[in-house]
């Protein structure tokens, strides 16, 4: 098996909030893998653009999601998130940035920063002023930056991921889908052991 053939698919977010519980998983699984499968993050496109606020239910279901992740995973959340900022229902701005970030070698960096953000320290990635000054914290080329994450070029990259994400056989996000040749396989995720992940690949490759 070479690594044209076998490919991980990680279908992710830098918005949705059990990926952020799933990362120290996942960081197990990509250092687990054998150099044979090549480990690809996939943008899913949880939420398109808006300017509108995100509706009270919205918020309060989102807030108990992030109080159930910090009981059944331990992963930290600041709270504070929903009193200091407008939330909206928006991730593409946030999807954007990734690559606009990764057309400049960061694309998991900015992952990064974008989680940091917005589950530490209470900033709202929804707002591309924001994402603008996580670049400048990966010490990216601000001109750059900005052309890109606004460039239709870029816009239509993302829309393309998101089309072949959803042609995946995946159930949400995070989801992880092994492509053998043309055949795709959604494999088994564990939030908490990544060895349940690694034995399921290793099944689907004999």
């Known amino acids: ?3 044209t053939q076998a490919r991980l698919y990680y279908v992710h977010d830098p918005m ?5 519980g799933y990362k120290p998983t996942l960081e197990a ?16 496109g949880l939420a398109p653009d808006s300017a509108l606020a995100m509706p009270d239910d919205m918020q309060q279901f989102l807030q108990q999601t992030w109080h159930k992740i910090n009981v059944q995973l331990g992963t930290e959340f600041n709270h504070d998130f929903w009193q200091v900022n407008t939330p909206r229902r928006s991730t593409y701005p946030a999807n954007r940035a990734v690559l606009a ?8 960096a900015m992952i ?10 209470a900033i709202n990635p929804s707002d591309v002023d ?4 996580l670049a400048e914290k990966l010490g990216l080329d601000k001109k ?3 052309e890109d994450i606004s460039s ?13 994400a959803r042609s995946l056989p995946i159930q949400g996000f995070p989801s992880l889908v092994l492509a053998v040749g043309e055949s795709y396989h959604p494999v088994q995720l564990d939030y908490k052991h990544a060895q349940v992940s690694l034995e399921h690949v290793a099944e689907l490759l004999v």
Do not use: R
Not at 16 to 20: G, I, L, M, V
Not at 35 to 44: A, Q
Not at 101 to 108: C, D, I, L, M
Not at 153 to 164: G, H, K, R, V
């Open 144 to 146: 750059t930056f900005v």
């Open 101 to 108: 970030a990764e057309k400049q070698g960061a694309g998991k």
């Open 29 to 44: 699984l990509e250092s687990s893998l054998p150099s044979s499968i090549e480990m690809v993050y996939l943008l899913g």
């Open 130 to 133: 924001n994402l603008l000054v």
């Open 112 to 121: 990064k920063q974008i989680q940091n953000a917005y589950y530490l320290q």
């Open 1 to 3: 098996m070479t690594e």
């Open 152 to 164: 239709e070029a870029l816009n239509e990259s993302l829309m393309q991921q998101i089309q072949f």
């Open 16 to 20: 949705c909030s059990w990926c952020w």
